[in-house]
């Protein structure tokens, strides 16, 4: 698995699986300075974007539209980012990079769960690989409110 | 058409366009701080990717391709980062998001192309929105230099 990313903040994994179909596996990334923020990883080993092939990017954009649908549901963000960057896999010797998109809820306005303000501190620009864990409770909840809204 | 967006670095566009497809156009960025910067435009409004249609991705996926077989016969990137963040369309009280891809190639390496010197310096780690213009004549050579080896 990666090396511990910038946005995704973890060693050994992408965090909590949220659902997965034929190509992509979806997790709910361990670092939540923007509240909502998905990891959508390629269940095969490939280095560049251009080895993604047509029903993948197909099924990528499914999970697009799931994502950002239930998250307009729980939490209505104010605009999504998405990013496939890449980049602390090269801090290593031995580059072993995975493709891996960031999926980024953006926030106008703070917004309360569970009782944990979230503030978009870097709202209109771009999102800071800054760690923020919540507490595993929270965590759980987080994931079955987002689960409970994605149309499988 | 745009605001000033943050890796874009123009207001009203963003840059020399280098080919179009059915339904995406692609430009030279006019912010070159990564040798070989390019967007890619949805040719109709829209603000969500999640509005992005099968055929369109079908086709973005095929651009990616394209955009990244060529960089690699001119310049060797070490990586690419692709994103669709949108961020600074919100810093206007009236936003109007328009979705376009940021392709950043990424070197490990110092690059010369013209004589003039491209280093990467945030090399491992996230791009930054930090404008670095090239002389006119420069930027039509590096135009025509991708442009040789998009395979349409």
Known sequence: MAEICEYCQIAGGYGDILFETPYWIIYLAPSQRYLGTCVVALKRHSKDLSDVKK???????????????????VFKPTLYNWSCFKNSAFRSSKPNPEIHWHFIPRYKDEVDFENLRFIDQDFGYIPQPIKKEIPHKIQEKLKKAIIKHIII
């Open 55 to 73: 029903n993948e990017w197909i099924d990528f954009g499914i999970i697009v539209t799931k994502l950002e649908h239930a998250l307009e549901k």
